[in-house]
């Protein structure tokens, strides 16, 4: 296992030790309010000091972007982005599907990958060049040509609901082409499901760097394609993303593509 990541899952480790715990009792959880239906967790940000902790005592002149502590202002090629618990809601319900998601970019590519599910000790990891792995055996994405016949993970817009409507018509659409759409509620989570093959695509609107970073190197390196609504390869930070094999990828853009924010904001944003 190359080195950075070694250390990426060591973090992953410590910090899923801490959501654990907390799990077995959601009642003492003091949970606050950052904008309507989003939440954060006295765990989000115990989780995410424990993973600061781990890389930066490691590799100290790193760089961070981290859900909760935002972006460190150290200048350094490498940059660590960090989801300390991804499904936030789920958890403080007891719903078990959550994750931790840590991913190293190096000069603007994530060249490094780890999403750890705690309630089924799920380990994946990715390193770029190098495969996709699920607690030391090789992912690949599902064979699935058709979309017809795919199981594809979605979430919808859960803080801005005014694009409720046009995320409906896009639902409604992506429905009735696809076999079954899930949305789950963690989309580091969702993405890694796809490198394994147990969903055949995903996409989502208004998403962050943290929640895709790492599930895209290991859909990549499984043999799937990410990219935003239009099929390009810039999605880190667009806000939109789709995934899949690449049969599936290129029938999910047909449809996407024209629900595609990209042509509508400049791709800094």
């Not at 079954?180 to 962050?208: I, K, S, T, Y």
């Not at 993303?241 to 024209?258: E, F």
Request: net charge negative.
């Amino acid at each position: 296992m190359h080195p950075m990541l070694n250390i990426a899952v060591k973090a992953a480790r410590r910090a899923a030790q801490i959501i654990n715990r907390a799990s077995l009792d959601l009642d003492l959880i003091q949970v606050s309010k950052k904008q309507h239906n989003d939440f954060v967790t006295e765990v989000d940000k115990a989780s995410e000091a424990a993973i600061i902790d781990t890389l930066k005592t490691a590799y100290p002149d790193h760089a961070i972007l981290a859900e909760e502590s935002g972006q460190s202002d150290n200048e350094s090629e490498y940059q660590w982005i960090i989801d300390p618990l991804d499904g936030t809601t789920n958890f403080i319900h007891g719903f078990p599907y959550y994750c931790v998601s840590i991913a190293l970019a190096h000069k603007g590519i994530v060249t490094q990958a780890v999403v750890y599910d705690p309630t089924r000790n799920d380990l994946f990891t990715a390193s770029r060049g190098r495969g996709a792995y699920l607690n030391d055996r090789r992912i690949r994405v599902a064979k699935r040509d058709r979309f017809a016949d795919g199981l594809i993970g979605t979430g919808f817009p859960f803080r801005e609901t005014d694009g409720l409507e046009a995320y409906g018509r896009q639902f409604a659409e992506m429905t009735e082409a696809c076999a079954g759409l899930r949305r789950p509620g963690a989309a580091a989570l969702d993405l890694a499901n796809v490198a394994a093959g147990r969903l055949d695509g995903f996409f989502e609107q208004g998403l962050n760097p943290w929640d895709v970073a790492a599930g895209s190197l290991l859909i990549t390196e499984a043999g799937g394609l990410v990219g935003n609504y239009t099929g390009d390869s810039d999605f880190l930070h667009v806000g939109e993303i789709v995934s899949g094999n690449p049969k599936v990828y290129a029938q999910m853009v047909a449809i996407l593509s024209r629900y595609s924010r990209t042509h509508q904001q400049p791709a800094s944003a």
